[in-house]
């Protein structure tokens, strides 16, 4: 992995900053902002192609461009959903949010000021509030540490209890998610899949965080078990006031917790808005497509025409529109020409030739 | 009116473990008959799997069917020999598994395998089998058929894959096809194309296909009939349409109510309190009634009987009324 620190205020390559990030309320500012950020990973070479290069016989590796020139804000108190399919880009966005990622250019402020030029005490209070919700219940637990461990590490590394009060700060945190006290000495193996969930929130909850960054926080969960963890999520917002990124590929889901949504495909966000504006009249057409895909209870022996082909290859996106090889209704300018996010309505921003015809 | 083409009573199949046999199937019965889409739907540990690898005899020691009727089209593939299974199995009879990388070989060209599954189970010539495989890799959707023959399955992306599976397993055009989570691992876009090929084939070829998953919006939108399952049981079985709108047992009721909808836009999911109860760990009475609202000691205590009309099956004491709230 290779990234170079921005520079403050950098402008991203290929995407000028534009003026509102995201929608037209802003009446709250956002707590979290992502300006034109991209992060790009790229293989080391190994020696041989080291050589190899030197002497101009070889290229260097392919860069996969997994976020290209995002501008995101995430509002304090709302429910941000970032929508898209595999390979999109989102977990890898949701990672440059919650500072597990440095970008590769641009940006991204918390409550104001560039995560980059925080330091030391700042510096944790922004990694500490921010907090990250991983998507295996498995492996983001240490299986060899007992949950009071893994609940109470961070509070204990970082000194934000006192040593006598660590233990009932952890009971607390548990509490919170609904897990019994008693549970502190077992080891992650003795619980089941939506216990670990718990357990990976109550870690979160006890350095007492304002943004949570849910990577697909119930993907891997029965679905009694899901509608139970995201109960619990919509209880903890109202008890903390806290504020989500909450990333998903379950449109149901992210329609019935989210206040906003955003749409990626191939590393940029092509849509976005408010969820109920979005499910109901939805613009971009990858955004109709994603609508249309999702199978639905009330939906009968429903026969559709399925968008066809897959995601391209971040290693070398399709030229102009990246859902144009795709897109029902592309033009010889959907092949050319990428088209910029522009507003086209209150609130609403999408990247779409087609839409500015008019 | 013949018999369904497929027919399973009383199945039971059991794993032995330290000493005790514990049942993943419990005495499941099924049908489904030519042009048909079975929706078997549970959640993981219900038995739903263990009840598709029961029926084609794929169960490996230490489980074991120990009990039921398997009629195929007639035969009964319990007592059929194994090598009379290996003939069914990938010619009459196809499985689609959830994750196509288990499924295909990796050393080996889509071509190369694909014509090996024809002229495993019928004579016909290298280049008839070829022919065969392109034709039917392009009947699931795949663009440029014979040039992905050539290549292997780390070449292509996961949905690709999967069709290849699919096509695989549409080769001998089998006449019931069991398919288990095929689109689980898949992306919402490629999953609305492989159901939209699934639609037309079991229209086209009249096939009988078994669709297992967790996701009821798809069987929803996929199935003729639905079965439930819970805890090694099927607790609820009927058309699609009477199922999902007028559902009798609390499990069927609490799982429709926890699915969040597109459609809906709400504050609070409905939630099933509680976990599916372990295999070795099943309460006495009704295997729900630690989670159901409605049970009451005769449930904690007697297994519910099944009762059935006219094709619609329930296993619940206190089973829910028309348009009833649970």
Not at chain 1, 84 to 113: D, M, N, W, Y
Not at chain 2, 238 to 256: I, N, S, W
């Amino acid at each position: 992995m290779s990234a170079a620190g921005p520079s403050q205020g950098a402008r991203p390559p290929g995407g000028e900053r534009r003026a509102a990030p995201i929608g037209g309320d802003h009446t709250s500012a956002p707590v979290l902002e992502v300006r034109g950020a991209s992060k790009h990973f790229a293989r080391r070479p190994v020696l041989a192609e080291r050589v190899l290069m030197a002497i101009g016989r070889a290229k260097p590796p392919p860069v996969v461009r997994a976020v290209e020139a995002v501008d995101l804000a995430i509002r304090r108190g709302e429910v941000l959903g970032l929508v898209g399919e595999s390979g999109c880009g989102k977990s890898t966005l949701a990672r440059l949010v919650a500072g597990i990622h440095p970008p590769t250019a641009g940006e991204v402020l918390f409550e104001g000021r560039a995560v980059n030029s925080l330091e030391g005490r700042e510096r944790l209070d922004y990694l500490l509030a921010v907090q990250m919700i991983f998507q295996d219940p498995f492996a983001s637990l240490d299986p060899r540490m007992r949950v009071h461990r893994i609940v109470g590490e961070a509070l204990a590394v970082h000194r934000l209890v006192p040593a006598n009060e660590l233990n009932a700060a952890i009971d607390r945190a548990l509490a919170d998610v609904g897990l019994d006290a008693t549970y502190r000495d077992r080891f992650p193996h003795q619980f089941s899949g939506g216990q670990r969930s718990r357990i990976g929130i109550a870690r979160a909850l006890a350095v007492k965080p304002r943004v949570l960054v849910c990577d697909e926080p119930v993907a891997a969960l029965d679905v009694s078990i899901q509608s139970q963890v995201i109960n619990l999520f919509m209880d903890l917002r109202e008890r903390h006031a806290l504020t989500y990124l909450f990333v998903s590929h379950n449109l149901g889901l992210v329609r019935l917790i989210c206040d906003r949504v955003a749409i990626m495909y191939l590393g940029r966000i092509v849509e976005s808005g408010p969820v109920a504006e979005i499910f109901e009249r939805p613009a971009h057409p990858y955004t109709k497509a994603l609508l249309e895909a999702i199978p639905r209870i009330s939906g009968r022996k429903r026969v559709f025409e399925p968008v066809p082909g897959e995601l391209p290859s971040p290693l070398a996106p399709p030229s102009g529109c990246a859902f144009h090889p795709r897109c029902p209704s592309a033009t010889a300018e959907c092949r050319q020409t990428r088209p910029e996010l522009r507003a086209i309505a209150p609130a609403r921003i999408a990247a779409c030739h087609l839409l500015t015809k008019g | 009116m013949s018999a369904p083409l497929l027919e399973v009573r009383g199945l039971r199949t059991v794993f032995h473990l330290a000493d005790a046999a514990w049942a993943a199937v419990d005495g499941v019965d099924l049908e489904i008959d030519r042009g048909e889409v079975l929706g078997l739907v549970g959640e993981s540990g219900s038995g739903k799997t263990v009840t598709g690898f029961s029926i084609v005899g794929l169960i490996d020691p230490p489980g074991e069917v120990i009990a039921g009727e398997v009629r195929f089209d007639g035969e009964d593939l319990r007592r059929a020999p194994e090598a009379r299974l290996r003939e069914l199995r990938g010619d009459r009879i196809a499985m689609i598994f959830q994750d196509p990388l288990t499924t295909l070989n990796p050393v080996l060209t889509v071509g190369e395998q694909m014509a090996e599954a024809v002229l495993e189970h019928r004579r016909a010539d290298k280049v008839a089998a070829w022919a065969l495989a392109a034709e039917t890799l392009a009947r699931v959707g795949i663009a440029s058929a014979e040039a992905r023959l050539r290549q292997f399955p780390h070449e292509l992306s996961g949905g690709m894959r999967q069709r290849v599976a699919i096509a695989t397993a549409l080769l001998n055009k089998p006449d019931l096809i069991i398919a288990d989570e095929p689109t689980t691992a898949l992306d919402v876009t490629i999953q609305g194309q492989i159901l939209f090929e699934m639609q037309k084939l079991v229209r086209e070829t009249r096939a009988a296909l078994i669709w297992i998953t967790h996701d009821l919006a798809v069987v929803a939108e996929l199935a003729d009939r639905i079965a439930v399952m819970y805890a090694g049981r099927i607790v609820e079985a009927g058309t699609v349409a009477e199922v999902l709108d007028h559902p009798r047992h609390p499990y069927t009721r609490g799982l429709l109510d926890s699915v969040p909808d597109v459609g809906v836009r709400g504050r609070r999911l409905a939630q099933i309190d509680g976990v599916a109860p372990r295999l070795d760990s099943r309460p006495a009475g009704c295997a729900f009634a630690p989670r159901c609202p409605r049970a009451t000691g005769s449930c904690r205590e007697l297994d519910p009987p099944e009762k059935a009309e006219e094709g619609r099956r329930t296993r619940c004491h206190y089973p829910l009324l028309p348009g009833e709230a649970r």
